[in-house]
Structures are given as structure tokens and as C-alpha cells.
């Protein structure tokens, strides 16, 4: 597969209805990101699912993650967000992603945020020169398609209050 069908396989879905975040006053702080990199595989072996993924399983009948069998988490992090200004995280294969949070709107059960997100390799191109994604609070959002030992790197993006 090639790597810009690979990042065709990202995904933006919900894992069901989002849990509210507070009122949006004035000085509210702005959310965290929480970036989980998981390593999928697909091996002769059998099945195995690292128990810190509980909410995985819902998504594996689904593409991109229908084509592995072996799902472990490598990292596992959260980052404070302020408006326009990124966050980055270094990756286990060298590159490094960048997220920033663009905008808000709404408030309570509606508020939606808007957010940029980049892979950068360093001295070369950009893997994933931009995306946007307007999600929730506690609604994941996947990033994929990054080769790494032998399988497929996911980074799974949620917002928390």
C-alpha cells in the first residue's frame, strides 16, 4: 500500500455519545489531548488486544482495523491545549506530531473543537502535511498509516476536559 493510500486510512468516528464538557465561561481553560500510539500487526499467531485498549474493540470490524489481529499500546500521553499554539510529541519511529487547537464553538454538549495535526520526519517532506478534524470532547479520532517493525502505527487523538 502505498503511503498516500495508507493515510487514506485515517479514520474520524465517535465512540458514541460524547460526555458534555463544562459550560464555556470566560477563562474556561481549554482542553488536553490525549495521544495514544498503537502498534497494529497482523501476524499467523493468534488475536491479541493490549487490555489498556479498552475501547478498541468496538472499531476492529472496521477498515483500517479489520486488516490486523495484534494491537499493542507503546505510548500513551496528555498535553495541555492553548488556542494557536501547537503541542508536539515525539513518535517511537522518529518523526514527531504536532497538534494545535484552532478554534471552539458551541457550548456544552455542542461545543466542538477544531484542530490541526501533523507528522513531520526530520530534513524531509512532511508525512502528513495537515489535517484538519472537529471533534468533541471524549470522541477519538485515528491517524494512520505510518510503517513501523513490521506493522502499522495508529495514533488515536482525544480531547478531555
Do not use: W
Not at 501476524?43 to 474493540?57: C, K, N, V, W, Y
Amino acid at each position: 500500500m502505498t503511503r498516500r493510500g495508507c493515510l487514506a486510512a485515517m479514520i474520524a468516528m465517535g465512540l458514541g455519545p460524547a460526555v458534555s464538557a463544562p459550560l464555556a465561561v470566560a477563562g474556561t481553560p481549554a482542553p488536553s489531548i490525549e495521544i495514544g500510539v498503537i502498534h497494529a500487526q497482523h501476524t499467523d499467531g493468534s488475536a491479541f488486544i493490549d487490555p489498556r485498549l479498552r475501547e478498541i474493540g468496538q472499531h476492529l470490524r472496521d477498515e483500517p482495523f479489520v486488516r490486523y489481529n495484534v494491537y499493542r499500546l507503546l505510548d500513551h500521553t496528555r498535553l495541555p491545549l492553548e488556542h494557536g499554539k501547537p503541542v508536539a510529541l515525539g513518535l517511537i519511529n522518529g518523526r514527531t506530531l504536532k497538534v494545535t487547537l484552532v478554534e471552539s464553538k458551541g457550548s456544552g454538549v455542542d461545543r466542538r473543537y477544531k484542530m490541526r495535526a501533523e507528522i513531520a520526519e526530520p530534513h524531509q517532506e512532511a508525512f502528513l502535511k495537515l489535517l484538519e478534524v472537529t471533534a468533541g470532547v471524549d470522541e477519538p479520532f485515528f491517524v494512520g498509516g505510518q510503517s513501523y517493525d513490521a506493522g502499522t502505527l495508529f495514533l488515536e487523538l482525544v480531547l478531555r476536559p
